[in-house]
DNA sequence: TTTTGGTTATGCAAAAAAAGCATAACGGTG
DNA sequence: CACCGTTATGCTTTTTTTGCATAACCAAAA
């Protein structure tokens, strides 16, 4: 019954489903995609995003399941010890998130805003 | 590898926080608070609902808690063994919700119908 | 005053999911 | 053909979620 917090917001998610509501991959996922692709290894991506390795390489996996196809095209040995790299579907993937993001985000964001005023009224 | 889904679709979620990012409410504990306004009862709601008791009675709990004021009131005892209702803030939550639907979903249906074509060139 | 009945309240056990540790498997390169 | 850094995966531990069982409550009826 005690409220610390000093005021409310408005949050949100996007992502990608199968027609029968099976989650795919949403902005996590994307950015993780992003990082795999900068980095060109699996490994250093988890590390930059501070997740853990097992989780993610299942997560992948389930995914790409799921879609019936590749995001990633892993390899081992050679000089760095491997490395991981984007698919031509998993670019494209990418860059679709890219402008889905760039479509909604401002026009959520001012929605939103519009909204907040009138939500932090109820609570006073 | 094997896919069976015919086609993939875009899906969203709208909620609630506090300014540090705690989450409060979304759809879900918003359809409920309807249902328990509608019925009177948080168990007939509940059932409604296909949720569990014990789950959705603790998460109201929390909800409240980490706003710092009450969504219903309860009590127990009576012809009709106990009744929940909703307090002025509850209603005004609902009627938010309410309107934020009704401003958000049209604007970001149509957004995801445009892209939606999109993102199905890709997987095939 | 006592019983009744349907609701709210909550402890606790069981099951499921997530996290994390440890270690194998790979394979190009030197 | 040994090395090294990465990918691959089994298994244990921890955390979270479910769900069962049962107590507490109290207005009205008996």
């Known amino acids: 019954m ?4 000093g005021f409310l917001k408005l949050n949100y998610k996007i992502w990608i ?3 029968t509501g099976v989650n795919i991959l949403g902005e ?3 950015q ?3 990082t795999i ?7 250093a991506a988890v590390e930059k995003m501070g997740y ?11 995914i790409e399941q799921r879609l019936g196809f590749k995001l ?4 081992r040995g050679g000089e760095k010890g491997g490395e991981t790299v984007l698919t031509a579907k998993g670019e494209r993937l990418v860059a679709f998130f890219d402008r889905l993001y760039d479509e909604i985000e401002p026009r959520l964001n001012e929605a939103f805003e519009n909204m907040l005023t009138d939500l932090n009224k109820i609570v006073d």
Chains 1, 2 share one sequence.
Do not use: F, P
Not at 2 to 5: A, G, N, S, V
Not at 37 to 43: A, I
């Open 2 to 5: 005690d409220r610390t917090e």
């Open 17 to 19: 489903e199968t027609s």
């Open 28 to 30: 996590g996922k994307w």
């Open 32 to 34: 993780l995609l992003k």
């Open 37 to 43: 692709r900068d980095t060109g290894s699996l490994k």
């Open 52 to 62: 853990t390795y097992r989780q993610t390489w299942q997560n992948l996996k389930n």
């Open 72 to 75: 990633i095209e892993k390899s």
